[in-house]
């Protein structure tokens, strides 16, 4: 089995739920995801239906193709899609993977379901999937995305410059952000006593 078949599980605790993006997602995910506030810093932009049925099919085309495991984060105290995060650049060989892709709806930011999110999948690239090294990117000028991934524990690295073209044209200098195998006692315990 491979490691975007093993991580492609359901996940959940008592406060959300995460499974694999499946078709019957994408009228939840579009209720959500029609946010423009959403994408400012991501690297594809979602503006009206035309973006968001290529935005919805590449999560099905990447998952089905194991180049990302694309979970749909549900807010179990609402019940409601809050949004979706994935794992992606699986290198097996090197026990290492990207959490990325992620955003959450306008009524789910700063209620912590970020830090519950980010537990449940570190925990599962940690303890199930065996990985050595997770790691985050994001625009260096995304201070909100920065502040959250401080505020899980994970360690800023640095930044490489001129990365990646963002939707307009800008060229996107990516800060990157890690958790190694050796931190996760700390970093899980500081999840679970309610840091971020």
């Known amino acids: 089995m491979t490691w975007a078949q093993k991580a492609a599980a359901v996940l959940e605790n008592e406060h959300v739920r995460l499974h694999p993006v499946t078709e019957a997602d994408r009228e939840g995910i579009r209720a959500v995801a029609m946010d423009p506030d959403i994408w400012r810093y991501f690297v594809s932009a979602v503006e009206n239906e035309a973006d968001f049925k290529v935005f919805f099919d590449t999560c099905l085309a990447d998952q089905a193709a194991g180049r990302r495991v694309v ?34 709806g306008r009524d789910f930011r700063g209620k912590g379901v970020n830090r519950w999110v980010k537990y449940l ?3 599962h690239a940690f303890e199930r999937l065996d990985a050595e090294r997770v790691e985050f990117k994001t625009d260096v000028l995304n201070e909100q995305a920065r502040r959250g991934l ?31 195998r050796a931190e996760w006692p700390r970093v899980k315990e500081h999840l679970l006593t309610g840091g971020a």
Do not use: H, Q
Not at 154 to 171: C, K
């Open 71 to 104: 979970f749909v984060v549900t807010d179990k105290s609402s019940g409601r899609i809050a949004g979706s995060m994935c794992y992606g650049n699986l290198a097996e060989a090197d026990a290492r993977l990207e959490i990325g892709w992620s955003w959450l």
């Open 121 to 123: 999948l570190l925990e």
């Open 150 to 180: 401080r505020n899980i524990g994970a360690t800023e690295e640095g930044v490489l410059r001129s990365f990646n073209y963002m939707p307009g044209g800008r060229r996107r200098d990516a800060v990157f952000y890690s958790v190694l």
